[in-house]
T-cell receptor
């Protein structure tokens, strides 16, 4: 029962172009969404987030869009740079049975930026 | 001055053994987590502690026992290791009282291989 899905396991984009990573979710109780970036042999690092009451959040080259009716969010990176090559995880937060926030992660999309 | 550290980074052991993984955070966070990333790259939460108190306990075999001696440390002890325990284990922390309380800071991971 995968509540957060990233259907593209990999994506290759030319340097300077736009990278678009997609994420779908099924649980309407999710109230906050995050993107994490992971390099090999390192832990995930927080990239950008969005509250469920917003539809867009921008931070420099990174923009996250949320479409609640479609239960879909996307991460746009523009322009893409070689250092952006990593695995990107989508995560969604909901209140757990214990009353605190709990993150559910997607399986990740490996982004490769081609110089 | 690593924010979230884990030891060891790699652990190779035989079935039936008991092993521990240690985690420490110097961020002053109240909440710490253990995640398991299996061979299919699913990153799933196992446990969460807030101020040394267990607040999330997912469906995890009771061979896994977390211990939090203080709020800066969360260790994971695994008894009677099985082949299926082979995975990368990530420790994380967060501060639920900050506005960005959904952000979790991850350690570098411990790759456990059970032979």
């Amino acid at each position: 029962d995968q509540q957060v899905k990233q259907n593209s396991p990999s994506l290759s984009v030319q340097e300077g172009r736009i990278s678009i990573l997609n994420c779908d979710y099924t649980n309407s109780m999710f109230d906050y969404f995050l993107w994490y970036k992971k390099y090999p042999a390192e832990g995930p690092t927080f990239l950008i987030s969005i509250s469920s009451i917003k539809d867009k959040n921008e931070d420099g080259r990174f923009t996250v869009f949320l479409n609640k009716s479609a239960k879909h969010l996307s991460l746009h990176i523009v322009p893409s740079q070689p250092g952006d090559s990593a695995v990107y995880f989508c995560a969604a937060s909901a209140v757990s049975n214990f009353g605190n926030e709990k993150l559910t992660f997607g399986t990740g999309t490996r982004l490769t930026i081609i110089p | 001055d690593t924010a979230v550290s884990q030891t060891p980074k790699y652990l190779v052991t035989q079935m039936g053994n008991d092993k521990s993984i240690k985690c420490e955070q110097n961020l002053g966070h109240d909440t710490m987590y253990w995640y398991k990333q299996d061979s299919k790259k699913f990153l799933k939460i196992m446990f969460s502690y807030n101020n040394k108190e267990l607040i999330i306990n997912e469906t995890v075999p009771n061979r896994f026992s977390p211990k939090s001696p203080d709020k800066a440390h969360l260790n994971l002890h695994i008894n009677s290791l099985e082949l299926g325990d082979s995975a990368v284990y990530f420790c994380a922390s967060s501060h639920p009282h900050e506005t960005s309380d959904y952000e979790q800071y991850f350690g570098p991971g411990t790759r456990l291989t059970v032979t």
